[in-house]
């Protein structure tokens, strides 16, 4: 591939790999205070017992596995992108 078509590529690679890094940094903020929530609302479904308690238990662990879902999915896009990184800078050694 020309040189430049590779400098191109290497720096769209690099701004999504950032990007990316930016993302999961605050979804890690967010995995961290849905966690915190989730585990207060299963305490105060454990001593109340009321249905309702149970139920806001059960959504707040719902939204600590959407947030862990997601958050695989980008560390994916992350070590494809970070492959993709690897792959243009050997094309131009």
Avoid at 22 to 43: G, H, K, N, S, Y
Avoid at 57 to 81: F, K, P, Q, S
């Amino acid at each position: 591939m020309l040189r430049f078509v590779v400098e191109r590529s290497l720096r769209d690679v690099s701004r999504r790999l950032r990007k990316a890094r930016e993302e999961l940094a605050i979804l890690d903020e967010q995995l961290q205070v849905f966690r915190e929530t989730a585990d207060d609302a299963r305490i105060r479904s454990l001593v109340s017992e009321t249905p309702e308690t149970a139920r806001e238990a059960l959504i707040a662990g719902r939204h600590v596995d959407a947030i862990t879902g997601a958050r695989e999915v980008l560390l994916t896009t992350i070590h494809e992108l970070e492959g993709r990184q690897d792959e243009l800078l050997d094309e131009l050694a």
